[in-house]
């Protein structure tokens, strides 16, 4: 896939490898001023790569409370994803694109076996055109399932990279408060779910897959942003630019002050 992307890019007239090569040494030559101005010049090229983030799990975990989080929008803002109590994911084919990129996007897909698209692993995969994706995130707001890491043992036959994302951890610790006031302690509470967690994927085979506990209505808590940047690290190396670039327009903690070239390369 990647080779092919190369090839393609190289047809629309662009050399990734000499461009990155050219931002290197503007970054060592010239320091973050000039490499920003290198970087906003590339931009309008690397914006012309698709980006596509698959974002998994089954109605109420808050997927769409995600989407709208690494977009830094609300379901109020415009091109924000539904929130509601309703199921609000209602066709495969919805995306949301990031508003400083609007081929970076994040697609809003029902898990294996949810009501509303009773599809079976058989069809699964074909039914979500697997391959048309980069990454995927396998969420949940309390105990992946076995379709979850069904799946997630699929993509990876196909050197797919996908995460594991536990939601709603501020609920998690508000309803710990609520119950234990007098002992409640929110490192505790945190630490419980993540061992909790990781024991559970070890249970089912997948210990080695990289998981990452966040609220999507509390961003500089949690791992947020550690998942931003694995996000970055982990696209395949010639659309890794234009996530950086994407991203750290809106995240408090990528930005250009603060981005080293060896996060692109």
């Known amino acids: 896939m990647l080779a092919a ?10 050399d990734f490898a000499s461009e990155a090569q050219e931002l290197k040494e503007e970054f060592n030559s010239g320091g973050v001023k000039a490499g920003r101005t290198l970087l906003e010049r590339q931009l309008n090229e690397w914006k012309q790569i698709p980006l596509n983030v698959a974002v998994i799990g089954r109605s109420g975990v808050g ?32 995306s ?10 994040f697609w809003d897909l029902p898990g294996v076996g949810n009501d509303r698209f009773p599809r079976h692993r058989h ?5 979500i055109q697997v391959d048309r994706f980069d990454i995927f995130l396998l969420i949940t707001a309390d105990r992946f399932t ?21 939601t709603k951890v501020g609920v998690d610790i508000s309803n710990n408060m609520k119950a234990h006031p007098k002992t409640h302690k929110e490192d505790d509470v945190v630490r419980d779910i993540r061992e909790s967690t990781q024991e559970h ?11 990452f506990l966040i609220d999507s209505y509390k961003l500089n808590k949690f791992e947020f942003n550690e998942l931003e940047r ?36």
């Open 96 to 105: 949301y694109p990031h508003p400083y990129n609007p081929l970076l996007k």
């Open 201 to 211: 994927l070890k249970q089912i085979g997948c210990e080695n897959v990289p998981v």
């Open 5 to 14: 992307a190369a090839a393609a890019t190289m047809d629309m007239g662009w």
């Open 123 to 127: 069809t699964y995969l074909s039914d």
């Open 63 to 94: 997927k769409s409370s995600f989407i709208n989080a690494i977009r830094h929008l609300t379901a109020d803002d415009e091109g924000g994803a539904p929130v509601g109590v309703k199921e609000t994911t209602v066709t495969v084919d919805r």
């Open 146 to 166: 076995e379709d979850d890491t069904w799946l997630g043992k699929e993509f990876a036959k196909r050197n797919k990279k996908y995460f594991f994302v536990r």
């Open 230 to 265: 694995r996000l970055i690290e982990d696209f395949p190396e010639l659309k890794k630019a234009a996530v950086v670039l994407s991203l750290q327009a809106t995240s408090r903690e990528i930005r250009y002050d603060t981005i080293s070239y060896e996060m692109l390369f």
